[in-house]
C-alpha cells in the first residue's frame, strides 16, 4: 500500500475536528517525505536527536510535535521551532519550557500529561498533583508557556472497555480542569489520546488529537541503527 493509501484508510475514522498527529519515531525521512507529498504536516517523534537529525532534512514547513518523555537538558534543542510538546510531566521540565522559550521569545504550547493507566511504568502527573500543580502561584509566572490541554496513554490491554475508562477519566479531568483554571481560556481546548489501537475510541471519548504509527507505517524495527 502507498503512503496516500494508508493515510486514506486510516482518516476515514477521524473527523475534521480531529488532529492526527503522524508518529514517524524509527521511519526514515524518506517515509515522512512522502507523508508530506500527500499534504500531511504534523509529524510526531519522541526522541530529541532523531527529530533534529529529520528536521534538518525536511520541508521547514513541518509541525513537530515532541510526543514522548523529554528531558530537562534536551529542551533547549527543539525550543526555538518546536510545535507542541504533548509530554510535560514535571514542574520542572516546565519551569525549563518557559526558560527556554523566554530566550527564543517564543510562547511553547505545551500539553500536561496524565497518568491515567492502571501500568506504573507510564510517565505522566496523577490528577491529583495536576490540581496541585495549577493551584500553585508559580504557574502563574510561566509567561512563555501555552497550556493547551491534556495528554494521555491508555494501558497496553487487549481489553478495550478499560483502555475506554480510561479515555473516559482523561476527558472528565479536562472538563473539571477547564471549568476550574481555564474557563476563560480558548486555547486550552485540546485532549491528545489515542495510538494505532486504540484512536477510534479516543475520538468516541472525545479526543482532539490523535498520535498514530504503525497503523500508517507499519511495525517499527527497533534493532536497524538507522541514521534517518
Ligand atoms: C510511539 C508512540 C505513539 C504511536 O504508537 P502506535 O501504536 O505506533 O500508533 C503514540 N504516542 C506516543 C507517546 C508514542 O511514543
Known amino acids: 500500500m502507498t503512503v496516500a493509501e494508508r493515510f486514506e484508510q486510516v482518516q476515514q475514522y477521524i473527523p475534521d475536528n480531529v488532529r492526527l498527529i503522524a508518529v ?16 500531511h504536516r504534523h509529524f510526531g517523534e ?15 514547513d513541518i509541525v513537530w510535535h515532541m510526543i514522548g ?23 520542572k521540565l516546565l519551569q525549563t519550557i518557559d526558560k527556554e522559550g ?4 517564543r510562547i511553547i504550547p505545551c500539553l500536561l500529561q496524565v497518568h491515567i493507566a492502571e501500568e506504573s511504568t507510564k510517565f505522566g502527573f496523577s490528577p ?28 497496553f ?11 473516559k477519566m482523561l ?14 481560556v480558548p486555547h486550552f481546548n485540546e485532549i491528545s489520546m489515542g495510538m494505532s489501537d486504540d ?8 479526543a482532539t488529537m490523535v498520535r498514530v504509527g504503525s497503523a500508517l507505517f507499519g511495525e517499527r524495527d527497533y534493532s536497524s541503527n538507522r541514521t534517518f
Open 24 to 39: 514517524t519515531k524509527t521511519h526514515p525521512v524518506d517515509v515522512i517525505q512522502a507523508s508530506y507529498d500527500y499534504g
Open 46 to 60: 519522541n526522541k530529541v536527536q532523531e527529530l533534529l537529525a529529520k528536521k534538518e532534512l525536511l520541508p521547514s
Open 69 to 91: 518523555h523529554l528531558q530537562s537538558n534536551k529542551v533547549k534543542q527543539i525550543a526555538s521551532f518546536v510545535g507542541l510538546i504533548h509530554g510535560v510531566d514535571s514542574f
Open 102 to 105: 523566554k530566550k527564543n521569545q
Open 128 to 155: 491529583l498533583e495536576l490540581k496541585e500543580l495549577l493551584l500553585s502561584k508559580q504557574m502563574d509566572e510561566f509567561k512563555n508557556v501555552e497550556i493547551r490541554g491534556l495528554m494521555g496513554m491508555a494501558t
Open 157 to 167: 490491554t487487549e481489553d478495550k472497555g478499560q483502555v475506554r475508562r480510561e479515555f
Open 171 to 184: 476527558k472528565s479531568l479536562f472538563t473539571e480542569i477547564k471549568q476550574n483554571w481555564y474557563s476563560k
Open 199 to 206: 484512536y477510534q475510541i479516543a475520538i468516541e471519548e472525545g
